[in-house]
T-cell receptor, first 113, second 112 residues
Framework: AQKVTQAQTEISVVEKEDVTLDCVYETRDTTYYLFWYKQPPSGELVFLIRRNSFDEQNEISGRYSWNFQKSTSSFNFTITASQVVDSAVYFCALKLDTDKLIFGTGTRLQVFP | NAGVTQTPKFRVLKTGQSMTLLCAQDMNHEYMYWYRQDPGMGLRLIHYSVGEGTTAKGEVPDGYNVSRLKKQNFLLGLESAAPSQTSVYFC???????????FGEGSRLTVL
């Protein structure tokens, strides 16, 4: 069965702290894609990143970085020097070689000034 | 650039009433999706479409119907609303099946 687990329901940090959001996935397929989406208070989900199962290189985009480890079936997301604007619900998602995305239950991040 | 537009944004229904949610995208995307978001459940796929005139079931299709008569529009219908269908509904589209979805702002539906 395919599944995405985001065990952290809610995380609170103070501005400028680093924070890591965990994502663990389950699949027996060898070809798959992993995603992170951000849902700010306005409600509209926004795509952040996509990785395929053959590319385990970590990625950095400004204050955001992603760590993909097939050995532990994890695709964690780190925000460095968090800001209040980072407050949102973050979803990890898995896509197999089909047309459907399987989402985790989300992690609500609150960044306090 | 409008992107993905959902109407209505809010609706209150009584049990047994019917309604249709409209999703329109102006990006010429082939794929369109309807998700529902419930507390603690994440987003669950209701139905999706990989092109004009096609539809397919997702994880939670019961109680819903969809139609994709035009490429830019994807309609979600509730024939006989139930309180269990109280939720926030999101439409999304993508260029083919890349997984990079563009979402609408959501439609909050309450069934009393």
């Amino acid at each position: 069965a395919q599944k995405v687990t985001q065990a952290q329901t809610e995380i609170s940090v103070v501005e400028k702290e680093d924070v890591t959001l965990d994502c663990v996935y389950e699949t027996r397929d060898t070809t798959y894609y992993l995603f992170w989406y951000k849902q700010p208070p306005s409600g509209e989900l926004v795509f952040l990143i996509r990785r395929n199962s053959f590319d385990e290189q970590n990625e950095i985009s400004g204050r955001y970085s992603w760590n993909f480890q097939k050995s532990t079936s994890s695709f964690n997301f780190t925000i460095t020097a968090s800001q209040v604007v980072d407050s949102a619900v973050y979803f990890c998602a898995l896509k197999l070689d089909t047309d459907k995305l399987i989402f985790g239950t989300g992690t609500r991040l609150q960044v306090f000034p | 650039n409008a992107g993905v537009t959902q109407t209505p944004k809010f609706r209150v229904l009584k049990t047994g009433q019917s309604m249709t949610l409209l999703c329109a995208q102006d990006m010429n995307h082939e794929y369109m999706y309807w998700y529902r978001q419930d507390p603690g459940m994440g987003l669950r796929l209701i139905h999706y479409s990989v092109g004009e005139g096609t539809t397919a079931k997702g994880e939670v299709p019961d109680g819903y119907n969809v139609s994709r008569l035009k490429k830019q529009n994807f309609l979600l219908g509730l024939e006989s609303a139930a309180p269990s269908q109280t939720s926030v509904y999101f439409c999304a589209s993508s260029f083919l099946g890349t997984g990079e979805l563009f979402f609408g702002e959501g439609s909050r539906l309450t069934v009393l």
